[in-house]
């Protein structure tokens, strides 16, 4: 179930790869849709608000928690491609013991500092406290989410994407009968919904484990390997924590751009909230190709390989471009039909859809500069540059806080909605300039003299 994605065409080795990650990130997506459709359709508009309002907190912690272990599975996928066993295992055993100290670090600041920040981020009075709730049962159960990625990211790093998907579908399944049981049976509300999604991650992150020990044994560390090494921690920080604050910052983007949603009512956040779940349900291919570039990547750099990573990345970016009109298309077709999804027949549709489509419309124009921010970003910290991809974030903060204040202050919805583009184009402009240094920085320190000549 290994794949090595040092050799092969890069093109059909990359499509290869990410099919399985589509398919996993969209079921991803269809049991996070699962929360918010019944939660809107069994609870009530304002509890499907009070649910949407967390959205970019949920993305702050789990986008946190998906950077660190990502960032600690580089060093698996690099050593994996220079063929050190030894290495993949030291890697696994340290990720996972700075993973537990993560987990703890997470979880106590989330809970602490939870209710301050919804009252920043002007949550609205009526959806407070179901807010309140749902997003203080995700934080206390965010061991689920990070060992569920770590493990993922582990599999993926040695060319296993097919793994992960099957348990995540388990998952996705669990996740839609625990919210029926709990919602509509049990009659908890916005409280089933948090409780459906840390028990199905919880089972995944489980199931994987069993996995890698029964099935994956170049993956699972032995008894010398248990214990922190220096040099791997420090490798490992070194990548997780950027790429941990990258996600951070650009969750603290989307965190002001749902203040600025927020003061248009709950109308406007259960609208925008919905919109939203389509919209990334049908963008997951993007995302996909950015953690399937994460593992060519690594095991291309592991193997020192730098002409074969250039060469995927133009592979990458044409299949994107592809793949970005398909979706702007199909999330203009799906949108009406889908936002009915999210709300019972006495709320007016009417009133909901101008809201979605003035957020969707102007979106779907930028999915191309979306896309290429995947590729640059994920090629470059899948070679071990963290910083770069980091700044590339705050870039897209830069560009979300400057358009949410402008639109607070003249009180725009519109202009509220603009601060997604306005961050993609933003980042994708720098994180095309820093992968161009990048490759020429690496091409300078790695490439073998005789190889650089004989490709001039």
Known sequence: MEKDMTKGRPLPVILKFMLPL???????????MADTIIVGRYVGADALAAVGSTGTIMFLTVGFSQGITAGFSVLTAQRFGAKDTEGVKISVANGILLSLIFTVIISSLSLLGMRPLLKLMNTPDNIFQ???TYIMIISAGIIATIFYNLFSSYLRA???SKIPLVFL???AALNVILDLV???NFKMGVAGAAWATIISQGVSAILCLVYIYIRMPSLAPNRRHWRLHGQESRNQLAMGIPMALQFAITASGTMVMQSAINLFGSDAVASFTAASKVQNLVTQGMMAMGQTMATYSGQNFGKGDIKRIRQGVKAALEASVVYALAAAVLVCILLKPALGLFFTGDVDMNSMLPWAKTYIYMSVIFYIPLSSIFVFRNTMQGCGYGFLPMMGGVSELVARLVVAMI????GSYALACFCDPAAWVTAAVFTGVSYLFVMKDIRRKYERPETATSEK
């Open 182 to 184: 709990l919602i509509i």
């Open 169 to 171: 579908v388990f998952s």
């Open 22 to 32: 589509i398919i996993g990130n969209i079921f991803q997506q269809l049991y996070n």
């Open 158 to 160: 040695v060319g296993n």
């Open 407 to 410: 639109s607070m202050a003249v």
């Open 130 to 132: 179901d807010a309140y």
